[in-house]
């Protein structure tokens, strides 16, 4: 089993296009308005902790477009594979009911997650696996899963119009209250 946990919904559509891979896709989306406002901050460089070079704050309108552009290729790219192969994930539902939904997953990838399900359910930090670059996270020794709804208070009501306005209607789509 190989996961490929980029945001380039391209590669899915590649290997959908290949025969003989029983290619699954999870569409993991999260409330944009949360990924605008992580965007927001300045990371400085440090390549201990996975960061390569500074990271400088990016504008909600351009965190908006780039939001929007990569769940719309996402959105066709899982209409191009059969649907019993397609999962859509809320980041939301998976760390408000992460056991729940974590056996919904395991039963699509057909995959025994119970240790996982056990680690979460004792409140017990998961163990970062092997990953390549890109992410933070794969400098991390482990992770835990928390609800992060930061963005309603750090974002302006400006901002958060802003985001609507462009994206409204497919966050809307994907369950969100805009």
Same mark, same amino acid.
């Given at each position: ?15 959908? *296009?290949?025969?003989? &891979?029983?290619?699954?896709? &999870?569409? =993991? ?7 605008? @406002?992580? =965007?927001?901050?300045?990371? &400085? ?12 704050? +990016? ?20 209409? *191009? ?7 859509? =994930? +809320? ?11 974590? +056996?919904?997953?395991?039963?699509? =990838?057909? @995959?025994?997650?119970? *240790?996982?399900?056990?680690?979460? *359910? ?7 696996? @092997? ?48």
């Amino acid at each position: 089993m190989i996961v490929d946990s980029s945001c380039m919904p391209v590669r899915a559509y590649a290997l959908a *296009q290949m025969p003989g &891979i029983d290619l699954r896709v &999870i569409h =993991l989306v999260r409330d944009g308005r949360g990924v605008a @406002c992580s =965007l927001k901050k300045r990371v &400085i460089a440090n390549p201990k902790a996975g960061v390569g070079a500074d990271e400088f704050p +990016r504008a909600v309108w351009r965190s908006a477009i780039t939001w929007g552009g990569y769940n719309l290729l996402a959105n066709w790219v899982c209409r *191009q594979v059969p649907k019993q192969n397609v999962f859509f =994930l +809320r980041y939301e539902d998976l760390v408000c009911d992460t056991c729940s939904t974590l +056996r919904h997953l395991a039963s699509f =990838l057909e @995959c025994d997650f119970s *240790q996982v399900i056990q680690h979460v *359910q004792l409140n017990q930090p998961l163990k970062v696996g @092997c990953t390549f670059g890109g992410n933070r996270m794969r400098m991390k020794d482990d992770i835990t899963l928390r609800y992060d709804e930061d963005w309603s208070r750090l974002l302006s009501h400006r901002e958060r119009r802003l985001f609507l306005s462009l994206c409204g209607g497919l966050m809307r789509g994907y369950g969100y209250k805009a």
